[in-house]
């Protein structure tokens, strides 16, 4: 993979399927993000969307990413993704389940060039649409994936609470 | 959804300045593009001078010139200058409000509420420009 020449900065980064190692790193990423500890939910999700499509290729159509942005061997950001089909009715599509950059690496588009990864590699699997969803009042992650291009698509969520029988 | 005519005015001439920041418009020349009023016109482009989004250039061929920034303003900050896309949120209340039908009521209105601000203020305008372009 070619180094990426950070913007607005000399250093330079590559991105690579996320390795055992790195899942400390994204793990302390995401906390930084969400304030929550997801006791071995990073391991699951490397064990899912590296481990095992490595090991078993019928697993190929899913086309399951999570990739990493690394100055050397440090992690500046991830994201993870997979092809789902026929979920909510839905045609094959792209799905974006978690993109994330270090606060002191922001706005120098890491999150884009991962991102653009995601997408190359669904088109290249012969996918046109790229969805995600996201919390309403996440005006952030909202303004960068819709500098991306992406709009409110067909789809709507809805929830209730469960009330105790 | 509508929008007030001075909001979708206000829209209109930022998003044309925004587009070249270097270049100077007239009111007139907005106003001819766009098909709306240049008296109109000229009180909106007054309001968002005001708000440092646009700078007067004075003198002969004078006009109007973005000033603010394409990747900071969002639709959301252009528009609450003309109007309030979420009165509930803002606590307005209206008769009725105080019955259980009037509480429903406001429950769903709320509801679109959050998804019309929600989408406006993830919109910047170099975001929208980009839009813009994809519309031939
Ligand atoms: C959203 C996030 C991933 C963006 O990462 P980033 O590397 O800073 O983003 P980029 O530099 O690639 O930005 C690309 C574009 O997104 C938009 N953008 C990014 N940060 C922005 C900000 N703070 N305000 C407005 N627009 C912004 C811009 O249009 C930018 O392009 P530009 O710099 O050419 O104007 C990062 O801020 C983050 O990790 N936020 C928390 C993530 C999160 O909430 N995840 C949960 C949902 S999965």
Redesign the pocket.
Known sequence: MPEILL?GGEAAYTLRTATQGDIAQVAA?DVS??GIEKPGYWEDIHDRYVRQPAEDTGLAHLNRLFLCACQGETVI?FIVGEIRAWEFGSPPCGW??????R?D?????????L?QAACDSFRAAGISIIR?M??RD?T??M??FR??GMMAGPFIQLEMELQPS | MKLQKATRCALFAILELAADPGRQMSAHEIADKYGISTNHLAKVLRSLGRAGLLEAVRGAGGGYRFSGSV??TTLLDVIQLFETIDPLARGEREDGDDTKAGAALCQVLTEIEDIARATFASI?L??MLKVVEKKG
């Open positions: 913007r990423i993000i969400t950001g974006v389940f978690a993109i994330g950059v606060r690496l922001r706005t120098r588009h890491v999150a884009q060039t991102f995600t996201l919390a996440n952030l992650a303004s960068f500098s991306q | 990747k900071r910047s170099e975001t």
